[in-house]
Nanobody, 126 residues
Framework: QVQLVESGGGLVQAGASLRLSCAAS????????MGWFRQAPGREREFVGA????????YYVDSVKGRFTISRVNAKNTVYLQMNSLKPEDTAVYYC???????????????????WGRGTQVTVSS
């Protein structure tokens, strides 16, 4: 397992942008598929998107396509979630997750990932 630490959350107005970062420990970051999930109060944890260990394949949930972008810099053990045109419905705690050699597909589930960060709060005001 890897240790994951998210950062970059905050309070912004609708239409603004934020970039979340997820820093991972260890020397095998380049073998991990990295995912982003979010959880709003009273709701289940929702898949946002994921990128595989080679950054060859990236999927997003339909509600964020065209607005969110996942990227990774393996040399820095870091994955990013660039969020543009934020909406109030994007308000949630955002979590980074990791799983070695997980094949990326649409709508990955939390149970597909074995390592999790503690999350960072994103609040979008209208």
């Amino acid at each position: 397992q890897v240790q994951l630490v998210e950062s970059g959350g905050g309070l912004v107005q609708a239409g603004a942008s934020l970039r979340l970062s997820c820093a991972a420990s260890g020397r095998t970051f380049n073998t991990y598929t990295m995912g982003w999930f979010r959880q709003a109060p009273g709701r289940e944890r929702e898949f946002v998107g994921a990128t595989d260990w080679r950054a060859d394949t990236t999927y997003y949930v339909d509600s964020v396509k065209g607005r969110f972008t996942i990227s990774r810099v393996n040399a820095k053990n870091t994955v990013y979630l660039q969020m543009n045109s934020l909406k109030p419905e994007d308000t949630a705690v955002y979590y980074c997750a990791a799983e070695p050699f997980l094949r990326v597909r649409v709508y990955l589930q939390p149970a597909d990932f074995g390592s999790w960060g503690r999350g960072t709060q994103v609040t979008v005001s209208s």
